[in-house]
């Protein structure tokens, strides 16, 4: 199923200020890491809405020993609740000192009732970020939107993106789970008509994506655009970046049962231009 081509609706939710420890295919900036060229984005999916056979009420807590073991500068979360943000947030900011941590949630919409999904906690359920800042009062703008193409059963499908200029801009999905070809155009029109939309103000920003594609490799090659290269973790969750940024290492982490899931940590360093 090919992408509308259109250009997607960016949904601005204000400017917003936080402070240190306050409140995620990904964009990233060099200034993220200037010191060492470097940038660590995890992926994780932690199944926490208490209502599907994967749940286990430890994922959020394995999540943050892992961001305590692992240091990512960029954390992106699918299949969360929105409290799943908060409990997270000092986990990654006890890994780096000063700066500051922020976070952006977008919740799954019911393609019947057209009403925000929750978790059995009363949450709301869905996709979110958590992104470190060397700043320590940085301004930032949260994006989303649904997919103008859904299987129409289940949870309407979103993506969530925050832009933090000059440090960061970043993404995260989790596409449609039935259907490969609509999960395919998702992707398409995550990779080639949302992102570049959003880097409209700065064209040669690198591009990064840590997401759940619902798309076992390697069937999620077709919506990378050219250029592009990827991890993912042997399912279906995928890290792609652009050529602007080169993987330097890929791991998946074990999650101990606490998803269904595994973690998929990848470095990147600033490609050197020519």
């Known amino acids: 199923m090919p992408g509308t081509g259109r250009r997607p609706v960016l949904r601005a939710v204000g400017t917003v200020t936080v402070l240190a420890c306050a409140m995620l295919l990904l964009v990233a900036s060099p200034a993220v890491h200037a010191s060492s060229g470097l940038l660590r984005l995890l992926q994780m999916n932690l199944c926490d809405s208490g209502d599907a056979g994967c749940y286990t009420g430890r994922a959020v807590t ?23 943000l908060g409990d997270l947030t000092p986990a990654l900011a006890g890994v780096h000192l000063g700066g500051t941590v922020i976070s952006a949630f977008e ?8 009403n925000t999904v929750h978790c059995r906690n009363g949450q709301a359920y869905g ?13 930032f703008r949260r994006y989303s939107g649904l997919y103008p193409m859904q299987e129409h059963r289940g949870e309407n499908r979103a993506w969530l993106c925050i832009d933090a200029s000059p440090y960061i ?11 490969v070809s609509v999960a395919l155009a998702q992707c398409e029109y995550l990779l080639s008509t949302t992102i570049p939309a959003l880097r409209t103000s700065d064209p040669t920003a690198p591009a990064v994506v840590g997401a759940d594609l619902n798309l076992r490799s390697p069937a999620a090659g077709p919506c990378l655009p050219a250029g592009y290269a990827r991890r993912d973790d042997g399912g279906v969750q995928e890290i792609m ?34």
């Open 62 to 84: 394995e999540a943050a020993t892992v961001i305590h073991a692992d240091a990512p500068d960029i954390v992106t979360l699918n299949e969360i609740c929105a409290n799943d």
């Open 107 to 114: 919740a799954d919409v019911s393609s019947r009732t057209g």
């Open 127 to 139: 996709i979110g970020i958590l992104a470190y800042l060397p700043s320590p009062a940085p301004d």
């Open 169 to 179: 801009s970043a993404c995260t999905t989790h596409l449609a789970d039935d259907t």
């Open 241 to 274: 970046t652009s050529s602007d940024l080169a993987v330097v290492a890929d791991e998946r982490i074990d999650l101990r049962g606490a998803t269904d899931h595994p973690g998929l940590l990848v470095t990147l360093r600033l490609a050197v231009r020519r």
